[in-house]
């Protein structure tokens, strides 16, 4: 029961937090460089079900990895989990796109910013309601 109420509130909170993130009149500055292969608008039902299929995944994982995290309270271990999504995530996506594409430091920087903010958020939610 835990592992549902923690998923379905994983993937309610990646919805707000990616719509706030890059919702906003100064991420739309500085995301003026993906504009030309942009959608012209958003399906947000479709969003919302994808968000809440992640929340599922998010809290899945951190359901096989929660016995190796280095810590001995929920909220660290979250933390931990949180880290090391944010790594696969945003910093390996964000590294292959500065790799392929000319992107402003800006923007990489709100990226990697923003998306420690978020994966770090999802995983203490994890960590605070999956118990061992």
Same mark, same amino acid.
């Given at each position: 029961?835990?592992? %549902?109420?923690? =998923?379905? /509130?994983?993937?309610?909170?990646? +919805?707000?937090?990616?719509g706030? $993130?890059?919702?906003?009149?100064?991420? #739309?500055?500085?995301?003026e460089?993906?504009?030309?292969?942009?959608?012209? *608008?958003?399906?947000?039902? #479709? +969003?919302?079900? $994808?968000?809440?299929?992640? +929340?599922?995944?998010? *809290?899945? %994982?951190?359901?096989?990895v929660?016995?190796?995290?280095?810590?001995?309270y929920?909220? $660290? !271990?979250? /933390?931990?989990?949180g /880290?090391?999504?944010?790594f696969?995530?945003?910093?390996?996506?964000?590294? *292959? *796109?500065?790799?392929?594409? @000319? %992107?402003?430091? !800006? @923007?990489?920087?709100? $990226?990697?910013?923003?998306?420690? =903010?978020?994966? /770090?958020?999802?995983?203490?939610?994890? +960590?605070?309601? %999956?118990? !061992?």
């Amino acid at each position: 029961m835990r592992y %549902i109420l923690a =998923a379905v /509130l994983t993937g309610i909170l990646f +919805g707000i937090m990616d719509g706030l $993130i890059n919702g906003n009149p100064y991420a #739309a500055r500085l995301m003026e460089c993906y504009q030309p292969i942009a959608r012209q *608008s958003i399906n947000i039902p #479709a +969003g919302l079900v $994808i968000d809440l299929i992640y +929340g599922f995944i998010i *809290s899945g %994982i951190y359901l096989l990895v929660m016995p190796v995290l280095p810590a001995e309270y929920g909220i $660290i !271990k979250g /933390l931990t989990y949180g /880290l090391g999504i944010w790594f696969f995530r945003v910093l390996m996506g964000a590294l *292959s *796109s500065w790799m392929m594409f @000319t %992107i402003p430091g !800006k @923007t990489l920087v709100y $990226i990697l910013l923003t998306g420690l =903010a978020e994966m /770090l958020i999802l995983g203490m939610v994890n +960590g605070l309601i %999956i118990k !061992k």
